[in-house]
C-alpha cells in the first residue's frame, strides 16, 4: 500500500529562521501532491498542490514546495518564518483512483 | 458561505451508546469524506463516497457506519461506542477524490468514556 512519510515529528524554529520540511512517498506511478496547514484549534486549508508542470511549486503566504521525481519528494519551503506560522503541517498524495493519503503531520513551533 | 458544515463540535459518549455525526457541504462537490486525527497518527480515512448512493471504506472504517442519500449530506453514524473512538473527526468535500483541493469542516471532538 502506498505511503507517505513525514520524517520531523515537531520542529522548533526562531523567528525568520529558513523553514524545510520533508514528505517523501511510496508511489512510482503519477501522484498529486497536496501540503495542508491546521492552525492550533482550527480544520485544514490548503496551502499548496502540484499536479504537472514546472516541479517548483508556489503556495499561500509565502511557502513553496519542490516536486523531485527521482527521490519521491515533495518538500515544502519557507525562507523566513514567522511566529504565525505556528501550525501543524500534512503532505498528502493523491493517487489514481484513489483518496488522498495523509502523511502524520509535522509540528511547528515558532518561537520569538 | 458555509462550505462544510459538522455537528456537533463537542460529544461525550459512554461506552456502547450510539450517535450520528452530521456533515453537510454547499458545494454540490460528488466527492465526501471522513478522517478522524490522533496525536501522532495524523490524519486516516474512515469511509468515502463519491456520490449519492455510493460509499466505500477507508483505512479505519470498524466500527463506523455511513450513508450518502443526497449529494450535500454525508452522516457518520457510531453504533456503539468504544474509548478507542475517542478523536476528533473531520469531515471533507472535493469534486474530485484524488485531485480535487478537500475543504474541510471545523471537526467534531468525540470523548467516550
Not at chain 1, 48 to 65: N, Q, R
Not at chain 1, 96 to 101: E, F, S
Request: aromatic residues 12%.
Amino acid at each position: 500500500a502506498q505511503s507517505v512519510s513525514q520524517h520531523n515529528h515537531h520542529v522548533i524554529l526562531s523567528e525568520a529562521a529558513s523553514l524545510e520540511l520533508g514528505c517523501n512517498y511510496s508511489y512510482g506511478g503519477t501522484v498529486n501532491l497536496f501540503w495542508y496547514v491546521q492552525y492550533p484549534g482550527q480544520h485544514l486549508q490548503l496551502l499548496l498542490k502540484y499536479f504537472s508542470g514546472d516541479p517548483l511549486v508556489k503556495g499561500i503566504k509565502g511557502f513553496e514546495a519542490e516536486f523531485i521525481k527521482s527521490k519521491f519528494s515533495f518538500n515544502l519551503r519557507k525562507p523566513s518564518v514567522q511566529w504565525s506560522d505556528t501550525a501543524e503541517y500534512f503532505c498528502a498524495v493523491g493517487l489514481r483512483n484513489t483518496p488522498l493519503v495523509f502523511g502524520k503531520g509535522t509540528r511547528l513551533s515558532v518561537i520569538a | 458561505n458555509a462550505g462544510v458544515t459538522q455537528t456537533p463540535k463537542f460529544q461525550v459518549l459512554k461506552t456502547g451508546q450510539s450517535m450520528t455525526l452530521q456533515c453537510a457541504q454547499d458545494m454540490n462537490h460528488e466527492y465526501m469524506s471522513w478522517y478522524r486525527q490522533d496525536p501522532g497518527m495524523g490524519l486516516r480515512l474512515i469511509h468515502y463516497s463519491v456520490g449519492a448512493g455510493i460509499t466505500d471504506q477507508g483505512e479505519v472504517p470498524n466500527g463506523y457506519n455511513v450513508s450518502r442519500s443526497t449529494t450535500e449530506d454525508f452522516p457518520l453514524r457510531l453504533l456503539s461506542a468504544a474509548p478507542s473512538q475517542t478523536s476528533v473527526y473531520f469531515c471533507a468535500s472535493s469534486y474530485s477524490k484524488e485531485t480535487g483541493e478537500l475543504f474541510f469542516g471545523e471537526g467534531s471532538r468525540l470523548t467516550v468514556l
